[in-house]
């Protein structure tokens, strides 16, 4: 069946939304939530039909089928505020207001899609024994909560169901692939123990079969508990290694590198190599090439603006006027070609704080909160943000937010290390030296964690354990500049571990 309202076609028998003619790439779940809107027009749909109809039955949080109908608005160009087609009706649900034709004849031949295929995954049904309802419940459950989360990774489109699922043996790994398309399938398997449940998953390089990644996952009950942890657990140990696999998958393909090609290499970089000048520098490179490849992509100039921003902030890229008036000029860019992307913002709110614009970042890093709660790096940024304009309470708060819904990757040692910080300005010491501590065990490269570290031994009077953790800082970069030093405890307190350093 065919369905044509505003500039969109919907076919729901080949799984086909495109405008003006164009082919959109979209989620399965947002496929079928505006192909059940677009059955309903003007109906108005509680979120309890949706989860009936949509997701049949399963189980749920509200969270999931907002972050679906955001996605869904996305792809057809509207918003939360506009709501030009879908309608949020308080108190009762979600209508579709839109004029929509049916076609049940012929099909025309399907529009082209773009020459350049993003990374796909595929998240394959948990297996359980039949007779354990809990577990079955709580593996539908996860396998759409993960799905949600992981939306936040750029480009990456994500499967969370195919037509083989109810077959006691899925087809292998490379027929998958052949098949739909997939190049990562992340599956595993669930069951009741105690009072509790055992989960383990792995992630499977598609093409080749081999498996990138895998993880046990030991969960306290009762169910809702189980529900809310999961979740983010799985996806802080997956993530890292799924955005590994990605950069490499890229790297290694071949054909010409087009801006989103170019983004996810970069992307993967600081991942991969960590917030140092090396993979500052290659990333920035990377974005520089990709934003000439298409000025119109918005993710590029957003991460670029990051780059330089954060980049300057800390001391790890260039000259910092010209990093300075190069992020804001891309953060500017980004947020003209998209203003509602949630990443987008994310980059660019971040950026614009570091670059000392904090009251400008505010509120842009609050709409990227808004428009995906998953969305750990705009936390992590809104936290910084409200710390550098003078709120500590608020900043702490939000910034821990965004650690603990983070993958655990070397981001990580950077946060935990402004997290210390602000934890030091408002008294609360010994959460202070926890964060330092952890946040040098996150990442055995990262001085500035060390610094953190040494600010705080020294407030405490230990003035032989500070000079330790400044002498492991200047080993870990002998290159530290005073102003490195200021950006990280203050210039009061570099003034002091300066007087440390090993001569």
């Keep these: 069946m065919r369905y044509r309202f505003d500039r969109f076609e919907l076919d729901t028998e080949r799984f086909a939304l495109a405008r003006s003619g164009r082919a959109l790439a979209v989620e399965p779940k947002v496929f079928d939530l505006l192909a059940h809107f677009v059955a309903n027009p003007g109906r108005v749909c509680s979120i309890d039909d949706l989860v009936c109809e949509v997701w049949h039955g399963r189980v749920v949080s509200d969270t999931t089928v907002a972050t679906c109908i955001k996605n869904a608005r996305k792809a057809l160009g509207d918003s939360g505020d506009a709501q030009r087609l879908i309608k949020t009706v308080r108190g009762r649900g979600y209508a579709f207001e839109a004029v929509v034709q049916v076609d049940a004849g012929p099909q025309a031949p399907l529009p082209q899609t773009p020459a350049y295929r993003a990374p796909s995954l595929l998240l394959m049904p ?32 994500i499967a969370v169901h195919a037509p083989w699922q109810q077959q006691a043996i899925a087809p292998a790994a490379r027929a998958l692939h052949e098949q739909l398309g997939a190049d990562f399938l992340l599956d595993g398997s669930l069951h009741s123990a105690g009072d509790g449940f055992r989960l383990s998953m792995q992630l499977v390089d598609a ?4 498996q990138c990644w895998s993880s046990r996952f030991a969960l306290a009950g009762p169910l809702d508990h189980a529900l809310s942890e999961a979740p983010v657990a799985v996806v802080a140990r997956l993530e890292p290694h799924l955005v590994r696999a990605i950069h490499d998958s890229v790297r290694a393909s071949s054909g010409e590198s087009s801006a989103q090609r170019l983004f ?19 990333a920035a490179d990377l974005l520089r090439r990709s934003a000439q490849a298409d000025p119109g992509f918005a993710l590029t100039p957003a991460f670029l603006a990051l780059v330089c921003g954060l980049g300057q902030r800390i001391g790890l890229i260039g000259s910092r006027d010209e990093a300075i008036a190069e992020a804001e000029a891309a953060a500017s860019l980004a947020m003209r070609l998209d203003p509602l992307d949630p990443t987008v913002l994310g980059y660019a709110g971040c950026s614009l704080a570091d670059i000392g614009q904090a009251e400008r970042a505010l509120p842009i890093l609050r709409q990227a909160v808004e428009l995906d709660a998953a969305n750990a790096q705009a936390w992590a940024a809104l936290g910084s943000a409200c710390m550098l304009a003078g709120d500590l309470e608020q900043g702490v708060h939000h910034l821990a937010h965004g650690i603990e819904i983070s993958p655990l990757d070397s981001r990580l040692s950077f946060w935990g290390t402004f997290l210390a910080m602000g934890l030091l300005a408002l008294g609360r010491v010994d959460e202070a030296r926890g964060q ?15 610094l953190a570290q040494a600010a705080i031994r020294l407030s405490c009077g230990d003035a032989h354990g500070a000079g330790a953790a400044v002498h492991e800082a200047f080993r870990l970069d002998p290159a530290l500049s005073p102003e490195q030093i200021a950006s990280v405890t203050g210039r009061r307190a570099a003034a002091a571990l300066l007087a440390l350093r090993p001569t």
Excluded: H, M, N, T
Excluded at 264 to 282: M, N, P, S
């Design 126 to 157: 948990l297996r359980a024994d039949g007779g354990d309802a809990a577990a079955v419940r709580l593996g539908e459950a996860v396998r759409d909560e993960v799905a949600a989360i992981l939306g936040r990774i750029p480009l990456l489109r």
């Design 207 to 210: 093409r080749s079969g081999f």
């Design 264 to 282: 996810l290499e970069a992307y993967g970089v600081l991942g991969l190599k960590g917030w140092q000048r090396e993979g500052f520098a290659e």
């Design 436 to 450: 330092a501590e952890l946040a040098c065990q996150r990442d055995a490269r990262c001085a500035f964690a060390r």
